[in-house]
């Protein structure tokens, strides 16, 4: 009993902050967003950290990578699992949602109705695909990669600075020393934040509750509900199939014990990267190599989301409810899967709001006005926990896959030797 609650201390109280919060939020309602000053306190502290965590980790574990063999197998192998766990994640998003209407023409009426007033924004600049994608991959000045908002361009930085560091050899020592002594700091810096996490939690998760009202359309409600069972389904099978898959029985085991701090965290946050802390030392409590874990997690927070995904078909068939559009071909079908899938790179891992710019990729790829906006925005709102939870745990289980093919089908025996 004492070695359970050794290792789940910290879970049991987030947890149980989390409880409280929700019990506070159920009965003050709106009352309780008092509380949010709080919340929005942890969750600027750990989005503050972010930009200097990402750089550090990626860079130096990169620089750490002597073996150029090794970290070109781990980038290629890192390709390769998002890939397939991607199809995977939109195929069961469609399958999901292909033979349920998410919402009929008597709610579409009522909820196109109540957007009128929101519809009025501002008109968004025209800009094609392709500038679209180099202004997601750089930015046109280096202190804009000090940005959350930029958290693609300076994941190819630091990608390209841990490889220089590589390349220059001896002399780059200094720098290296460096990096890893700041990246020692900052880990650190991190473990005071979470000091902070239970009332940050509960108060965040408090405001959230409260302030969720009970208005929602029952096109939204049911969208809500659909997802959601799709999503807790996805999290317990596909990711003990996945654990399964990178190491058998002991790697559902590792996996199961160590998941839910990252899972809590994610749900609360609503943030991919808030949780990058926790998820990569969740995946290191699995046995997954350091370098793997600190290069694949970064890097999933911004390529690989399966709950995004999931979303981004959700949000598309809702579209193909509301205004009717016919799927009837497989063109039509394919052209749904190639869209979620892009619209997925395009999310960017902050909380509510991270979505604008896929939401506005999938307008305009499936040619529907941009009045559509604000109805893809409440459907982000309302699946970004469920979404952010797949998100986050999804990259945990990938860097087990990618170790299991990195290291072998014994990766995890040789850790529980060793250990």
């Given at each position: 009993?004492?070695?359970?609650?050794?290792?789940?201390?910290?879970?049991?109280?987030?947890?149980?902050?989390?409880?409280?919060?929700?019990?506070?939020?159920?009965?003050?309602?709106?009352?309780?967003?008092?509380?949010?000053?709080?919340?929005?306190?942890?969750?600027?502290?750990?989005?503050?950290?972010?930009?200097?965590?990402?750089?550090?980790?990626?860079?130096?574990?990169?620089?750490?990578?002597?073996?150029?063999?090794?970290?070109?197998?781990?980038?290629?192998?890192?390709?390769?699992?998002?890939?397939?766990?991607?199809?995977?994640?939109?195929?069961?998003?469609?399958?999901?949602?292909?033979?349920?209407?998410?919402?009929?023409?008597?709610?579409?009426?009522?909820?196109?109705?109540?957007?009128?007033?929101?519809?009025?924004?501002?008109?968004?600049?025209?800009?094609?695909?392709?500038?679209?994608?180099?202004?997601?991959?750089?930015?046109?000045?280096?202190?804009?990669?000090?940005?959350?908002?930029?958290?693609?361009?300076?994941?190819?930085f630091s990608i390209m600075f841990g490889?220089?560091?590589?390349?220059?050899?001896?002399?780059?020592?200094?720098?290296?020393?460096?990096?890893?002594?700041?990246?020692?700091?900052?880990?650190?810096?991190?473990?005071?934040?979470?000091?902070?996490?239970?009332?940050?939690?509960?108060?965040?998760?408090?405001?959230?509750?409260?302030?969720?009202?009970?208005?929602?359309?029952?096109?939204?409600?049911?969208?809500?509900?659909?997802?959601?069972?799709?999503?807790?389904?996805?999290?317990?099978?596909?990711?003990?199939?996945?654990?399964?898959?990178?190491?058998?029985?002991?790697?559902?085991?590792?996996?199961?014990?160590?998941?839910?701090?990252?899972?809590?965290?994610?749900?609360?946050?609503?943030?991919?990267?808030?949780?990058?802390?926790?998820?990569?030392?969740?995946?290191?409590?699995?046995?997954?190599?350091?370098?793997?874990?600190?290069?694949?997690?970064?890097?999933?927070?911004?390529?690989?989301?399966?709950?995004?995904?999931?979303?981004?078909?959700?949000?598309?068939?809702?579209?193909?409810?509301?205004?009717?559009?016919?799927?009837?071909?497989?063109?039509?079908?394919?052209?749904?899967?190639?869209?979620?899938?892009?619209?997925?790179?395009?999310?960017?891992?902050v909380p509510i709001g991270g979505g604008?710019?896929?939401?506005?990729?999938?307008?305009?790829?499936?040619?529907?006005?941009?009045?559509?906006?604000?109805?893809?925005?409440?459907?982000?709102?309302?699946?970004?926990?469920?979404?952010?939870?797949?998100?986050?745990?999804?990259?945990?289980?990938?860097?087990?896959?990618?170790?299991?093919?990195?290291?072998?089908?014994e990766w995890m025996d040789k850790k529980?030797?060793?250990?």
């Open positions: 009993m004492k070695k359970f609650l050794s290792n789940y201390k910290s879970t049991i109280i987030l947890l149980v902050a989390i409880i409280v919060g929700a019990i506070v939020g159920i009965i003050f309602q709106e009352k309780a967003t008092i509380l949010s000053p709080l919340g929005d306190l942890f969750l600027n502290l750990l989005l503050v950290i972010i930009v200097p965590l990402i750089f550090l980790t990626i860079t130096t574990s990169i620089a750490k990578m002597k073996q150029p063999k090794r970290l070109g197998k781990i980038m290629i192998t890192i390709i390769g699992v998002f890939i397939v766990t991607s199809i995977i994640a939109v195929l069961i998003g469609f399958a999901s949602t292909y033979f349920v209407k998410l919402v009929d023409s008597k709610d579409g009426e009522k909820i196109q109705a109540s957007l009128e007033e929101v519809t009025e924004t501002e008109e968004s600049e025209e800009m094609s695909i392709a500038d679209r994608t180099i202004n997601l991959l750089t930015v046109n000045d280096f202190s804009k990669l000090l940005s959350k908002d930029n958290i693609i361009a300076l994941l190819v490889i220089a560091i590589n390349m220059t050899g001896e002399k780059a020592k200094p720098v290296y020393d460096f990096l890893v002594s700041a990246n020692e700091v900052v880990g650190n810096i991190v473990k005071i934040i979470m000091y902070f996490a239970p009332i940050g939690l509960g108060s965040y998760f408090a405001a959230l509750v409260g302030s969720f009202g009970a208005s929602i359309a029952v096109g939204y409600l049911r969208t809500f509900i659909i997802y959601t069972i799709v999503a807790v389904l996805f999290y317990f099978i596909m990711y003990t199939i996945y654990a399964f898959v990178a190491a058998g029985k002991n790697g559902i085991k590792a996996f199961w014990k160590n998941a839910i701090p990252s899972t809590i965290t994610a749900l609360a946050t609503c943030s991919s990267a808030a949780s990058i802390p926790v998820n990569v030392e969740c995946a290191k409590k699995m046995g997954v190599p350091e370098d793997i874990a600190e290069t694949t997690i970064p890097l999933g927070t911004s390529f690989h989301k399966d709950g995004s995904i999931i979303g981004s078909v959700f949000k598309i068939m809702f579209l193909v409810c509301l205004f009717g559009t016919s799927l009837a071909t497989a063109s039509d079908i394919f052209g749904v899967l190639g869209v979620a899938l892009l619209a997925n790179l395009l999310v960017t891992a604008t710019i896929s939401e506005m990729l999938i307008i305009t790829m499936m040619g529907y006005p941009v009045a559509a906006l604000p109805i893809l925005t409440i459907i982000a709102t309302i699946i970004d926990p469920p979404a952010t939870m797949l998100n986050v745990v999804g990259d945990t289980v990938s860097s087990m896959m990618v170790t299991r093919v990195v290291d072998g089908k529980i030797t060793e250990s």
